[in-house]
């Protein structure tokens, strides 16, 4: 089995207090000049997100630090600016604003669902593009692409939805859930997406409830999921709601099982109720193929830079990828503004050109004149016509008695059928 990486919230509050919210990768400069090429971060710092913050920004510092060292973007450096979106919608309007207005960026990586369905309005708008590595939302199902200026690139919830239902019914043979859903717009959208496949195969979904955002106490909410008398509770919530609902549980003597969303899948949630409260909840999430020569390289990168390996579920690759990715673009277009990242970011990573798997081998088959197809450590990324993309297979997580979150199975995406 393989335990997942060990990053908590802490560790994130002393990055942010150690550099601020603008966290700009070492600058390598090799044969550069002119202006820097600006890129921003928008991501939760601080909030439901804040455990997931430090693996992402690690990720973003090792694709700015690898085109550096490679020349930078048509000879220009790269700089790479962080701003803290709260993991709220405000927050991230604020965040995007500032980027935008006051850093000067000419792209927006990272926001997670809530923030990047506020943004598509400024993002097409101001022509900057923002690209999610996280949210996972249906609403951007249709909704990105070339001339939205809306992107993602890690899986959505309407493929989620599908390896939820599918393994809890092929792997832990569960036919039975009571569903509890936080009324926040990534949660919904991976709760409507898990119970429309799951009854579609044969599920029974036995009592649906939902929980109001920044609640203290479920002690309503917890009688009414008693009321099912449930084996398994599937919890599509945030890290606050959720730990104090599997907390609360606890204390009142419920013996659940729980199958969690992305939401819940860290160490900070395990570290916050407890390994004896934890353990035996489970959740898949994307995961690459191993062996696959784009996700080892970046992961031999990443131990080298960083000291530990990147994982599964902590969207270190979808991150990284898409920051190559947008480099790539630039290179393809020879200039660095968000309208060329948008006219050029499906091309660049599309099949039909030339396979290359980091920015250097993207750069030298683009001065060859060649047409490339960039192969991330995330997977293909080959976008849609939505600028969405698929993943190569799913990894399915559960908590052990230690409190590890470690993989019990990985199962190739095409097992899975359409939602």
């Known amino acids: 089995m393989t335990a997942i990486l060990k990053t908590n919230r802490r560790r994130c509050l002393a990055l942010i207090g150690a550099v601020g919210l603008a966290l700009a990768a070492p600058s390598v400069a090799l044969a550069q000049d002119g202006e820097p090429v600006k890129m921003g971060l928008l991501v939760g710092l601080s909030g439901d997100m804040g455990p997931w913050a430090p693996a992402l920004n ?220 934890a353990a035996g909840a489970m959740n898949p999430v994307s995961s690459q193929v191993e062996g696959a020569k784009s996700w080892e390289r970046f992961s031999d990168a990443y131990e080298a830079r960083f000291g530990e390996k990147p994982e599964p579920g902590f969207y270190q690759a979808e991150t990284y990828d898409a920051f190559i990715a947008v480099a790539l673009a630039m290179e393809a277009a020879g200039e660095t503004t968000g309208e060329a990242v948008d006219a050029n970011l499906i091309k660049v990573s599309g099949p039909g050109g030339k396979s290359v798997i980091s920015f250097a081998d993207g750069v030298a088959a683009l001065k060859a004149g060649e047409e490339i197809d960039y192969e991330g450590a995330s997977g293909k990324l080959d976008f849609d016509e939505h600028g969405n993309v698929t993943i190569p297979a799913t990894r399915l997580l559960k908590v052990s008695e230690d409190g590890e979150w470690e993989t019990v199975t990985i199962v190739d995406s095409s097992a899975f059928p359409a939602n």
């Open 58 to 277: 690690n990720a973003a510092i090792l694709a700015v630090e690898e085109i550096n060292a490679d020349g930078g973007i048509l000879g220009r450096p790269v700089t790479l600016i962080a701003e803290d979106n709260n993991s709220t919608v405000d927050g991230a309007m604020r965040g995007a604003t500032k980027l935008v207005s006051v850093d000067g960026v000419s792209v927006i990586i990272g926001p997670e669902s809530d923030p990047i369905v506020a943004l598509r309005g400024y993002a097409k708008d101001n022509k900057i593009p923002v690209i999610s590595t996280s949210g996972g939302t249906e609403a951007l199902d249709d909704a990105g692409g070339t001339g939205t200026y809306i992107y993602r690139t890690n899986a959505s919830d309407s493929f989620l939805g599908v390896v939820h239902a599918k393994m809890l019914l092929d792997e832990i043979k569960q036919d039975e859930v009571v569903l509890v859903v936080e009324n926040l717009e990534g949660t919904k959208s991976g709760a409507e997406t898990f119970k429309r496949a799951y009854e579609r195969l044969g599920g029974t979904i036995t009592k649906e409830i939902t929980l109001a955002p920044g609640q203290t106490s479920y002690l309503s909410e917890l009688a009414d999921v008693a009321s099912a008398e449930p084996e398994m509770v599937f919890l599509a919530v945030g890290q606050t709601a959720g730990v104090n609902f599997v907390k609360q549980a606890y204390q009142r003597g419920y013996e659940w099982d729980y199958w969690v969303t992305a939401e819940l899948q860290s160490p900070d949630f395990v570290n916050a109720v407890g390994a004896e409260v």
